[in-house]
């Protein structure tokens, strides 16, 4: 070994030695912390009894400390993971949370990655150092330093640097090429500077990040969450972050991410799974989907509501005091009149048009009995009595009846008849029969949305409720000030981490945990509410959801603090984006930014290739992105006949599986002929399942159909009959570059038929 060799492997030696000794002292600060907080969790939880005023400040003492104790275990595993040696020789040390000296005046050990001063560590570029000499990158194993790679930000190294500008490329490569378990991971330690950039943008307003598959969307969606949960911690822990994703499947391959950043104040869901107390698990047509989130669904629903606030066709009899009454078409056509012109919701506006009827039936009582002899305290208890009558108020309600969402979209959806008086001018023959489906069938993910505007168009009446709720809450505010106000007095509270109490909670969130008078979270109390409004909303797959879906997550952030993920190539789904313009311009008009992500991690340029081919013959002018790789697997196309597919395809799993070794591998195809095989090609092969539950994903091979493999990635992908995925919608081809672009390391083609034009110039 020459002697340059064995000093640069003495100085790599040292460096480590160093690393490890910081690292031990970061790892004894973070289990002193746990201790600490341990031994505060348990004295709260010891102290019991005492006045309800106690209990309560017991209940917030015990959220803030398990909250905490769960932050500092998640962020365990590569809790630091880069550094920062700047031209004055100071040095920053990068990981998960922030750590600080107290018997040194807070200075920062361990600096956050969101903390403003951790942001050259994804941005400092030979070109534009700010002030960044050296930027090194620390793999760690638990508490262990394995390994590390420096950058020296000088000239020389901005002329050697790839032309795609990556930061860290050796560590960024290696995580790259790293197995995939069946769930995302974070990319904390390796954000690249145009991810960087859209991950710290400001809150406001509606940002559209757009990019080609593979460009990280989802780990930057992700990650800017966690961002802007620390940045405005205050403003967000009082109304939650939403992430919306597109299936449960998905949500369960990015649960993991946020909670490994330690943040659990984030509601993940679908559409379909924002309405509290409905599980959309009922199956449906894309067709009869797509219908169901037309805008024009509105006025289905509208013509449906109106169709329950009905006026007897001459007149209804009922009997009153043993008398006979008549409920009057032209009393009932003024009532419904009057009722309507308040423009209020139906529930609400039925009092109205129930003070008009019973005060036109006190008339006719009053006109039986002789109005000249009676007052207006007799006319008074004539309408108190009507009211209080069981075959009046049974007949008014035929009339006006209350509702429920879920009770009128069944009945409507079943009903031929309601459903041709409500859709009359909107559909056809064909598509209201695409609707038409028998009582009590289960929800259907788009059935969620028409139960949310069903819900407006509705209303509650909850005058009562809502009065006494706002007294109890103006007392709850004016106690929680007081609370705050002798928690800051709480010299150890204060101390904890330099934060004072006040700094994480205000007396309105304070109030609002004494409410609910248990400790949930702002995410945990917005699943349970259907009216709750977010602070901020992400949207991930942003391209598939139709009008009616946009309706729903727009009501759920009236402020508008949006972020918006997808990709217009992607769409899939038959009511889905063709252009980000056409989805916001009815919200935002042209107040929104776009942010485009450009370079593809997933994908490797033999594979993209491919997929830029298939992206040449669609509809669009998006560019293919780039490739940070290449991995020499060059993907093949095999033709096997339809009725040889129970026989062979068996054998080409096995074989692929071998290929990946501990990885994870996909066999993706259409619905119908994973319906028909998918079963039998499981049974053969032990290692494989039929994907139906989330944690599938995390099997050696999941048998799943293109749509339901949006969002996700795999080691290798099979893909089977594309010439079947590319003719089965208007968005085929679509599906199909969906389908391409999910691998890592390895793609196959199965092909029955011809395959597709934009794949076969691939495999000529
Ligand atoms: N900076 C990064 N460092 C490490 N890995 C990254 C980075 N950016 C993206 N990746 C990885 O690249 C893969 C693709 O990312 P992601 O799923 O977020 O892409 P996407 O744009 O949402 O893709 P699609 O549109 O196809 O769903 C993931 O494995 C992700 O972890």
């Known amino acids: 070994m020459s002697d340059a060799r064995v000093d640069r492997e003495a100085v790599r030696e040292e460096e480590m030695a160093a690393e490890q000794r910081y690292l031990n002292v970061l790892y004894g600060k973070l289990d002193d912390l746990r201790t600490e907080t341990t031994q505060r969790l348990k004295a709260t939880l010891r102290d019991s009894g005492g006045p309800p005023q106690a209990r309560t400040e017991r209940d917030i003492s015990t959220r803030m400390y398990t909250d905490k104790l769960n932050q500092l275990s998640s962020v365990e595993h590569g809790m630091c993971f880069g550094r920062l040696d700047l031209d004055g020789g100071e040095t920053f040390h990068i990981g998960r949370i922030g750590l600080f000296d107290e018997d040194n005046e807070y200075e920062p050990l361990l600096l956050d990655w969101r903390a403003p001063a951790a942001r050259p560590f994804y941005l400092a570029t030979a070109a534009a150092r700010d002030g960044v000499r050296r930027r090194r990158h620390l793999k760690t194993s638990w508490r262990k330093v394995l390994d590390y790679e420096d950058e020296i930000l000088d000239l020389d190294a901005a002329e050697q640097g790839s032309d795609l500008g990556l930061a860290g490329e050796a560590t960024l490569l290696a995580r790259l090429d790293a197995r995939r378990t069946g769930q995302m991971q974070d990319i904390v330690s390796t954000i690249q500077a145009e991810q960087d950039r859209i991950i710290r943008a400001g809150m406001n307003g509606v940002l559209v990040v757009q990019g080609a598959p593979g460009t990280g969307k989802t780990a930057v969606a992700l990650h800017r969450a966690a961002y802007l949960l620390y940045t405005f911690r205050e403003q967000l822990s009082k109304r939650g972050v939403l992430v919306v994703g597109p299936n449960p499947t998905f949500l369960h391959y990015i649960g993991q991410v946020l909670p490994s950043l330690g943040e659990t104040g984030v509601l993940l869901s679908t559409v379909g799974g924002l309405y509290p107390g409905i599980t959309a698990t009922g199956a449906e047509s894309a067709r009869t989907a797509e219908i169901k989130g037309r805008l024009s669904m509105t006025d289905v629903l509208t013509a449906a509501v109106r169709d329950r606030q009905q006026v007897p066709r001459d007149h209804v009899e009922v009997t009153f005091d043993r008398e006979s009454l008549q409920l009057k078409r032209k009393d ?399 968005r085929g081809l679509n599906d199909l570059y969906v389908a391409l672009t999910r691998a890592t390391q390895r793609l196959g083609i199965v092909h029955c038929g011809d395959l597709p034009p934009g794949l076969a110039r691939s495999f000529e």
């Open 332 to 730: 009932a056509t003024a009532a419904r009149t009057r009722a309507r012109r308040t423009r209020r919701p139906h529930n609400l506006a039925r009092r109205v048009f129930q003070d008009e009827m019973f005060k036109a039936l006190t008339l006719q009582v009053g006109e039986r009995l002789g109005l000249d002899l009676l007052d207006r305290r007799d006319l008074d208890e004539i309408n108190v009595e009507l009211r209080a009558d069981p075959e009046v108020t049974r007949a008014l309600d035929e009339l006006w009846p209350e509702l429920t969402p879920q009770h009128l979209l069944d009945e409507l959806l079943s009903s031929p008849e309601r459903l041709a008086t409500a859709t009359a001018k909107v559909l056809d023959d064909a598509e209201r029969d695409a609707l038409l489906r028998p009582a009590g069938a289960p929800w259907t993910p788009a059935d969620v949305p028409l139960l949310d505007e069903l819900a407006e168009l509705l209303g509650e009446d909850d005058a009562a409720e809502r009065a006494e709720r706002e007294r109890q809450e103006r007392e709850e505010l004016a106690y929680a000030q007081g609370v705050l106000h002798i928690m800051e007095q709480d010299e150890e509270i204060a101390d904890e981490e330099r934060l004072r109490v006040s700094d994480v909670l205000d007396a309105e969130l304070l109030a609002e945990r004494f409410r609910t008078s248990s400790d949930l979270t702002a995410a945990e109390r917005a699943a349970e509410d259907r009216t709750w409004t977010f602070g901020h909303v992400i949207v991930d797959e942003a391209q598939e959801l139709s009008e009616m879906a946009w309706r729903v997550l727009m009501r759920r952030c009236p402020s508008r603090s949006m972020t918006l993920v997808g990709d217009v190539a992607q769409t899939g789904a038959l009511g889905g984006a063709s252009s980000w313009d056409d989805v916001l311009d009815r919200y935002v008009q042209d107040r929104w930014k776009l942010a485009e992500l450009t370079v593809n991690y997933r994908t490797p340029s033999e594979i993209m290739d491919v997929a830029a081919e298939l992206l040449s013959d669609m509809d669009t002018e998006l560019e293919p992105p780039k490739s940070v790789r290449s991995t020499g697997n060059l993907p093949w196309a095999q033709q096997i006949a339809r009725e040889d597919l129970n026989t062979e395809l068996p054998q080409l799993v096995s074989e692929e599986l071998d290929e990946v070794a501990d990885g994870r591998l996909a066999v993706l195809m259409p619905a119908d002929l994973l319906a028909e095989i998918g079963p039998g090609l499981a049974e053969a092969l032990p290692e494989a399942v039929v994907g139906t539950r989330p944690d599938d994903l995390e099997s050696p091979a999941v048998l799943l159909t293109v749509d339901e493999a949006k969002g996700l990635e795999f080691d290798s992908v099979l893909l089977v009959a594309p010439e079947v995925v590319a003719e089965s919608s208007d």
